[in-house]
């Protein structure tokens, strides 16, 4: 960003009124129907999510951005660079993959920077910048780096040239996109404040806090990527467990299984079944002390193939993990004035 303006980040969504359909015009039935089959399910969820971000944009241009403020958002003031005077769109951090932030600015380091050591993102570039008088995060989707691992493991080709293909063709851009815009009536979620079509970012509220993981990493047991060596022999799922159980026992998630499953029960009200569900993904707010879900990349919209099968997936997903049944969904509504 530099020292640059980063309205193009705003103007880049004008581009949609000129941008291509990814099935051209006059496709005819079979040959889309053979291209489907080629392709899987992934070309009538990218068309679908596609349509619904490039419809709220036509219809109500910056007005579909949310432009209200989010109780926990970091306040540019707060920022001792931005104090200083240095008020211009740009970079302030970068955030590595357990992450932590790591400033560009000395003045910063002390104010963003937990950690030394840096450990390199597998998968997209997260950044803290300075975007028009706020702080925000910029997500640019992005491949996995060369020699990226998950959970310790190496990355198959399979999933390394599936993530490429889908990438290209916008397909996590545009499903995280559709997600925050029918969740931004939710406090619990980041402000989509921006889209950057050209460079194939989003730009939502930084959000002052502390993830779950990061606290159940408190109780100084082995919990990053980088810590994981002696632990390879677990899959990701006990992993996760795992994580879950000492944020349990260190008592520093609070109520986060009843939380959990009544922001589920609005997220799914709208039309939406997250299908990321991990610790890292949640943001216990600084200020207000309520808990943020901030990653949406793998989700599904209702408007999507294969809905219930997400929500299926979903419910299996935070029971395994979490021990949240579908008992805990229905009966979450003492929680819902924390949440709400």
């Not at 560009?104 to 997260?126: M, S």
């Not at 815009?181 to 979620?189: A, C, G, I, K, Q």
């Not at 707010?285 to 793998?298: K, M, P, S, V």
Request: charged share 25%.
């Amino acid at each position: 960003m530099g020292g640059k303006s980063a309205t193009y980040a705003l103007s880049a969504v004008s581009a949609l009124e000129g941008a291509t359909a990814f099935v051209p015009s006059g496709f005819a039935g079979w040959r889309s129907q053979l291209l489907e089959h080629l392709a899987g399910n992934g070309l009538a969820n990218l068309l679908r999510v596609r349509a619904e971000v490039n419809s709220a944009l036509s219809v109500n241009g910056g007005g579909a951005l949310s432009t209200g403020p989010l109780a926990d958002a970091m306040s540019a003031e707060s920022v001792p660079s931005v104090k200083a005077g240095k008020r211009y769109d740009r970079i302030l951090a970068e955030i590595d993959q357990d992450g932590f932030a790591f400033a560009l600015d000395p003045l910063d380091a002390p104010f963003f920077e937990k950690r030394r050591q840096r450990n390199p993102r597998n998968l997209n570039l997260v950044d803290i910048v300075l975007l028009e008088g706020r702080v925000c995060i910029r997500k640019r989707y992005r491949n996995f780096r060369s020699g990226a691992l998950q959970w310790g493991r190496p990355i198959s080709l399979r999933h390394r040239v599936r993530r490429r293909v889908w990438n290209y063709l916008g397909l996590f851009l545009y499903s995280e996109a559709a997600v925050l815009l029918r969740l931004s009536d939710l406090p619990f979620v980041p402000k989509l404040r921006a889209i950057d079509l050209v460079d194939g970012a989003i730009y939502v509220d930084y959000l002052h806090g502390e993830t779950l993981r990061q606290a159940a990493a408190g109780t100084g047991a082995a919990i990053y990527d980088q810590d994981l060596a002696g632990l390879n022999r677990l899959s990701s799922r006990e992993l996760e467990r795992r994580e879950a159980a000492l944020l349990e026992q260190a008592g520093a998630g609070r109520n986060f299984r009843r939380e959990i499953a009544e922001m589920t029960r609005q997220i799914n009200v709208r039309g939406v079944a997250p299908l990321d569900i991990k610790l890292g993904n949640f943001i216990r707010g600084a200020t207000t002390g309520r808990l943020y879900w901030i990653d949406f990349e793998f989700a599904r919209v209702q408007s999507q193939r294969q809905w219930e099968a997400g929500l299926r997936l979903q419910h299996d997903t935070l029971e395994n993990l979490f021990d949240i049944g579908p008992s805990d969904d229905r009966e979450s509504g003492e929680a819902a004035e924390k949440v709400a």
